[in-house]
């Protein structure tokens, strides 16, 4: 059987039941070994070594002092110096060689027990495994010997830890498909008080939306936040300065707490969270079936409250909430009003005079056209930054909208980019009256957008041949009601524009080369139905007379006969 320390009460109880003995007759090796649970062999020891210090069978049991036991364990038990056997002692003298196949060389890699076992045994040196790793871990660095030590809580309301947690699959309503559900778990370090957001994402979206919840629930929010390596919220992990995202740096400027993030790969920075990613899955998630997350989220809060508040803490052998109601309740800040999730983003304007922020545009001023500039979108406002310097202020469009400030924008280009037809009449009133009385006649169309291009072009050929001639011509057209750019451009290339036109003469229509004369139309016969006449006085011929297939039915019942 495997090797048993007996303890110092199970020695006294062995010589204890050797004196007495159950009963009248004396108590033999087997009954003791079987009453005190060790080995016959290991009684016969005791006894021995009893007997060799004093102890006689008629003593008392008063003569099972202290002094007689000490004797009696250190005569059985071999002597270990430093508390270790003789298979440590073997291992002494080939510690500088164990601690060099353990740390590894240029030549190979650090070794296992199990490897360096073997070559100590070709050395004539074995050992049990367990005496070689003890010693290999205690005197040679093999494996962890860091030790761990219990962080004081701190003071009540001032610490909370938060961490996501995978919990299972959970089908979505909406979209019908299976998605993942993780817990983003709330947990006080001071009362362990605890409260769990479900989402399907670890978006920045996410993570402050379970925050905004989180101090609804507890009623106030803790002074430092102690998270984990989330992407959303260290943008750039380090044990000293990590960098925190904008967004949760905007969000924590809101609220007024500090955040604390845990070193990469250290739960032991948030121990408090950790174990409860394990409790959460097990006791409220495991065995459970919700039909979508809001079901979910609404059992999650109850059971916050009555299930895992109410448990006796293994830890603080106390309730949860009733120590966050008593002690932490009071110390928290108050909570913020709803916070507007806003958008980070650095963009380009480009040469458009325009930049997209979550698919729509907005102005910026010439200057700013093919630089990077850093902008913010909330529901209301987007604000654009030039190293810090704010430059623009829009109010936020929906996606596929546009925002375009006139003021952006070149004075020559600012009616055709905004379509204004008051700001182009009123450029072509500066160069004359008629052209703008002219550029208003172009524009009165039901669309009158697409009659732009002939003002545009009204305002080039003032340009070319300069305001005074083209606001003659304009005048000329507009006396005439000729609504033309091309009649106006004509009249300029020309300079027909101070000619006033030529009307024709009225008078009568001379006759046709090849008409000819109306009597050369008239016939001789005369048409005895209509009674006309020719133009020399002679009788035409009716209509009737010219049907050439008419019938006549006398009334003798004869064959009619055709006419000829």
Request: aromatic share 8%.
């Amino acid at each position: 059987m495997a090797f048993r320390e007996v303890n110092v009460n199970e020695v006294k109880e062995v010589l204890r039941i050797w004196l007495t003995g159950p009963g009248d007759r004396p108590a033999g090796l087997r009954t003791i070994a079987a009453h005190c649970g060790v080995d016959r062999k290991t009684v016969r020891r005791y006894i021995e070594a009893a007997r060799a210090a004093g102890l006689a069978r008629t003593d008392s049991i008063e003569a099972l002092d202290d002094t007689l036991i000490g004797a009696v364990i250190d005569a059985v038990r071999p002597a270990r110096p430093h508390g270790h056997g003789a298979a440590w002692e073997t291992l002494l003298p080939f510690e500088n060689q164990i601690r060099e196949w353990v740390t590894g060389g240029k030549d190979h890699p650090p070794l296992t027990i199990t490897k360096i076992e073997t070559l100590l045994a070709r050395q004539g040196c074995v050992v049990p495994y367990r005496t070689l790793h003890r010693f290999a871990t205690q005197r040679c660095g093999f494996g962890r010997t860091d030790t761990t030590v219990r962080i004081l809580d701190g003071e009540p309301g001032s610490e909370c830890q938060i961490d996501f947690g995978y919990l299972g699959m959970l089908t979505d309503p909406e979209t019908g498909r299976r998605r993942k559900v993780h817990a983003l778990i709330f947990t006080a370090v001071y009362s362990r008080h605890m409260f769990v957001w479900l989402t399907y994402s670890q978006t920045l979206t996410a993570i402050i939306a379970g925050c905004d919840a989180a101090w609804t629930f507890f009623g106030g929010v803790f002074k430092v936040l102690i998270p984990d390596n989330m992407k959303a919220v260290v943008t750039d992990p380090d044990a000293v300065n990590p960098r925190l995202s904008q967004g949760w740096l905007d969000y924590t400027q809101h609220v007024g707490f500090v955040t604390d993030p845990a070193r990469v790969r250290s739960p032991k920075d948030k121990p408090r969270v950790e174990r409860a990613v394990q409790y959460v899955r097990g006791n409220f998630w495991a065995g459970e079936t919700f039909t979508d997350l809001t079901e979910a989220q609404d059992h999650a809060e109850k059971w916050c409250r009555e299930v895992a508040g109410h448990r006796i803490h293994g830890t603080t052998a106390a309730r949860p909430s009733e120590a966050f109601d008593t002690d932490e309740a009071p110390m928290l800040l108050a909570v913020p009003q709803p916070y507007d999730v806003p958008i980070f983003k650095r963009i380009k304007v480009h040469r458009d005079f325009h930049a997209e922020i979550a698919r729509a545009l907005y102005s910026l001023p010439q200057q700013w056209i093919g630089t990077v500039l850093d902008a913010r979108a909330d529901s209301e406002l987007v604000k654009f930054y030039s190293r810090g310097t704010l430059v623009k202020v829009h109010p936020r469009q929906p996606p596929g909208g546009r925002s375009t400030d006139p003021e952006d924008l070149p004075t020559e280009k600012v009616g055709y980019a905004m379509r204004d037809l008051d700001r182009l009449i009123a450029t072509c009133t500066e160069h004359g009256r008629c052209i703008g009385i002219y550029a208003q006649r172009l524009l009165d169309d039901r669309l009158p957008w697409t009659r732009m291009r002939a003002v545009y072009r009204l305002l080039g050929l003032v340009r070319r041949y300069g305001p005074d001639p083209v606001d003659t011509a304009c005048s000329l057209a507009l006396d005439l009601d000729v609504v033309s750019v091309s009649k106006i451009a004509s009249m300029l290339e020309r300079g027909t524009e101070t000619t006033p036109p030529v009307l024709p003469a009225a008078g009568a229509a001379a006759p046709a080369r090849f008409a000819r004369d109306p009597s050369e139309f008239a016939t001789a016969r005369t048409c005895i139905a209509t009674g006309g006449t020719t133009v020399a006085g002679e009788r035409t011929a009716s209509a009737t007379d010219r049907t050439p297939h008419l019938t006549v039915v006398p009334d003798d019942g004869t064959d009619a006969k055709e006419p000829r």
